[in-house]
């Protein structure tokens, strides 16, 4: 009895042992991607396209526009994710963030800017390419958003941009753009893009997309959008881009996961 048991169980690891392997669809890694359209809050019935594309996408509202309370409501109420498209330098206006001005006049802007988008979870840098590179009032920033319990974007108008490397040292939720999609607005150029950021999430296992709502944009999200599961891609919201993503940085964006 004890004999043919001690065979069984040689007969039953050898099977496990030259079992065949598992296919390669079994167990390959998943590809995400996050979309944000920034600039809205200027023209209702062309944002509310932005709301009706099949998906997570992010509404990122500027302050200093018409309907900029209103279009956050209505993003709100359609379950999307609101976050505040902050001015910052060489962009002008009552909201905008430049290097000469005292932490204390940007403390002031910001809470204007805040109170003009409500329901925000976040923001991320309207251009911003002189400011982003101020490591002073980015580290500032960051630490206010933690107090505020917000994330940071950030889109990365510059290479010479410090926000997310500040994000990263006290720990707050952030997360940084990949790919602008409508640098160029033509939907060839755009599909190309989406394209872009496709390949990026298959390489690396996600991107971060930005873009406008252009005509153009709008016409190739809505026809191309639909096709990411086909394509192995799944399409997340930007929160659940930050939870992934843990405050790392991308090979694009830094070093072993540091911001650079």
């Not at 109420?77 to 000469?100: S, Y």
């Not at 941009?161 to 033509?186: H, M, N, P, W, Y």
Request: some cysteine; glycine content about 6%; overall charge neutral.
């Amino acid at each position: 009895m004890g004999r043919r048991f001690i065979l069984g169980l040689l007969c039953c690891l050898a099977s496990v042992a030259f079992a065949a392997p598992a296919t390669p669809g079994a167990s390959s890694h998943k590809a995400y991607l996050s979309l944000i359209i920034d600039d809205l809050g200027q023209n209702l019935p062309r944002d509310r396209q932005v709301l009706a594309l099949p998906g997570p996408v992010t509404a990122a509202i500027m302050p200093d526009t018409p309907h900029a309370a209103e279009f956050a409501r209505e993003a709100h109420r359609a379950g999307k994710i609101v976050m505040l498209h902050m001015p910052m330098d060489p962009a002008t206006g009552p909201f905008a963030w430049h290097p000469e001005l005292s932490i204390e006049e940007l403390g002031k802007r910001l809470d204007a800017a805040f109170a003009a988008v409500p329901y925000t979870s976040g923001i991320n840098n309207h251009m911003g390419s002189r400011m982003t590179a101020q490591p002073q009032a980015m580290a500032w920033l960051m630490a206010n958003l933690q107090q505020r319990h917000k994330f940071f974007v950030d889109s990365r108008t510059s290479a010479q941009t410090v926000a997310a490397a500040e994000a990263q040292k006290i720990g707050l939720a952030s997360v940084s753009r990949d790919v602008f999609l409508d640098d160029e607005r033509t939907e060839a150029a755009i599909t190309h893009q989406l394209q872009t950021a496709i390949d990026l999430a298959h390489r690396q296992g996600s991107a971060v997309m930005i873009g406008h709502p252009y005509p153009q944009t709008l016409a190739v999200l809505e026809r191309e959008l639909p096709k990411l599961k086909a394509q192995g891609i799944e399409w997340i919201d930007i929160k659940s881009m930050i939870s992934l993503r843990s405050n790392r940085a991308m090979t694009g964006h830094g070093k072993d996961g540091v911001y650079r």
